[in-house]
């Protein structure tokens, strides 16, 4: 699977606790693991490099629909 982002984009950053973030994500496993295939294909790991609650990427969908 080919991603293709501007050089300077970041798919994934460091975000304020409380936001959108990996915590609240459908894709978030157990132990600060990413289950989605498009992070997985950029990141080529799926340990998430910062706290659940502090980091969020592009792929992003919430857990739980409000």
């Given amino acids: 699977m080919l991603i293709k982002v501007p050089d300077n984009h970041r798919i994934g950053t460091r975000v304020p606790e409380g936001g959108s973030s990996c915590a609240s994500c459908k894709y978030l496993q157990k132990e600060n693991h990413c289950g989605n295939k498009y992070w997985l294909a950029w990141h080529k790991d799926p340990l ?16 739980h629909a409000r």
């Avoid at 490099?49 to 992003?60: G, L, M, Q, R």
């Fill in 48 to 63: 998430i490099p910062e706290p659940a609650d502090s980091y969020c990427c592009d792929f992003y969908e919430e857990a």
